[in-house]
């Protein structure tokens, strides 16, 4: 896309990258909590190494790529821009992802959701246990790596389940405004529950913050 900044004597066309804020680097997001806060459901040394390693990679790789990016569109070589587009993705949907995913966990989290959340639970799958078991059942299914999603459909004005593969971004690739994420990533569990996917699937629900997914539900229905 070509701007044009317009005054009284002249309109002057300038190139696409004078269009652009200079960019800021995406940085680690703090956790709000401890590495220990979500024990004994996600241990300690799970979430240093998922927030402080894998998280880290994700922002970090995506600002090398963007770098990139920024170089090829001001050469106007189309071809590495195309070339970049794997790389921009995953760790880009990495990065949105995980910023996502440690808002919606908490120490004092778990319990059911309260108020129109709830309502709109209810209303969509039946009873708060029909949503968890679907959800559980879609995340458990993932096969490899992967994410388990409430999203918010805003043209239905419905909660609506869905599954993304490795770190596909949920409203990037569906539309779906994502609420809750459930990371199905081996290193989201490994160390504490090996191999077994539904045994973390059945803890992670003693720490979903709930008012964060509220909130998520508020705003987006604006």
Known sequence: LLCFFSSRSSAKLVTPLGCLVPRQKHTLP????DYAALEPHINAEIMQLHHSK???????????????????LAKGDVTTQVSLQPALKFNGGGHINHTIFWTNL????????????????????????????????VSVGVQGSGWGWLGYNKEQGRLQIAACANQD???????????????VWEHAYYLQYKNVRPDYLKAIWNVINWDNVSSRYATCKK
């Open 169 to 183: 971004p949920l409203q990037g690739t569906t539309g779906l405004i994502p609420l809750l994420g459930i990371d």
């Open 54 to 72: 894998h998280h880290a990679t994700y922002v970090n790789n995506l600002n090398v790529a963007e770098e990139k990016y920024k170089e090829a």
């Open 106 to 137: 908490s120490p004092n989290g778990g319990g059911e959701p309260k108020g129109e959340l709830m309502e709109a639970i209810k209303r969509d799958f039946g009873s708060f246990a029909n949503f968890k078991e679907k959800l559980t059942a």
């Open 30 to 33: 703090d956790l709000p909590y």
